[in-house]
């Protein structure tokens, strides 16, 4: 079963341009994370945020959590072509040791 | 360097016979994974191993066995009972602090003809 759904499925923006991302979850969590994906490879982590937490930031990047309304976004700022991926939500809303995924975001940059 | 390391990154098989995915990994962590995922889908949790010679079901285990032998590999095996195997699978692992950061592989795209 899938807990995060991403939206919008699909970004297309200009490079040097924000890119938002949004991820809802069902059930209450420990934690989120963020991963990327470029096309054809394996996932990588970008960033993890507590639920006790309210926002973060590494980089670029600035991951936001709001336990009340059971979402998060991410915002990439100041995009470039590398940015071109898809990126997914985890949660471990499930308990256990597990991670459930999103469908995830394909964003692209446009130089 | 460490990391997740699968093989192999193509396989072409024919219907109804087994195939052996490898994932193997030198970070010394405890927890492993096996995830599928489709074209423009997110990823689905296929089995998972917390420790040594132990391992649960996920959500789509049908059709799929693994072991867990050693620390460092967890093959995954795709039976003829699989109705639908053609698909990208990644095998991840995590030191097992509870669901915190997950490393990946590379993936290994499996087509069956």
């Known amino acids: 079963s899938q807990q995060g759904e991403e939206d919008p499925q699909a970004l297309s923006i200009q490079e040097g341009e924000n890119a938002t991302m949004n991820c809802s979850y069902k059930?209450?969590?420990?934690?989120l994370q963020w991963y990327r994906q470029n096309s054809g490879r394996g996932l990588v982590h970008l960033i993890l945020?507590?639920?006790?937490?309210r926002e973060k930031h590494s980089g670029r990047l600035r991951v936001t959590l709001d336990t009340s309304k059971k979402s998060s976004s991410l915002l990439i700022t100041a995009s470039r072509a590398a940015d071109t991926a898809s990126y997914f939500c985890?949660?471990?809303?499930?308990?256990?040791?597990?991670?459930?995924f999103g469908q995830g975001t394909r964003l692209t940059i446009n130089p | 360097d460490g990391g997740i390391t699968q093989s192999p990154k193509y396989l072409f098989r024919k219907e109804g016979q087994n195939v052996t995915l490898s994932c193997e990994q030198n970070?010394?962590?405890?927890?492993m994974y096996w995830y599928r995922q489709d074209p423009g889908q997110g990823l689905r949790l296929i089995y998972y191993?917390?420790?040594?010679?132990?391992?649960q079901k996920g959500d789509i285990a049908e059709g799929y066995s693994v072991s867990r032998e050693k620390k460092e590999s967890f093959p995954l095996t795709v039976t003829s009972a699989q109705k639908n195997p053609t698909a990208f699978y990644l095998c991840?692992?995590?030191?097992?602090?509870?669901?915190?950061?997950?490393?990946f592989g590379e993936g290994s795209r499996l087509t069956v003809l």
């Open positions: 985890a949660t471990d809303g499930q308990g256990a040791q597990k991670l459930v």
């Open positions: 059930t209450s969590i420990n934690n």
């Open positions: 945020i507590r639920s006790n937490e």
């Open positions: 970070l010394n962590h405890d927890a």
């Open positions: 191993s917390q420790i040594v010679n132990d391992f």
């Open positions: 991840a692992s995590d030191p097992g602090v509870l669901a915190g950061e997950l490393f």
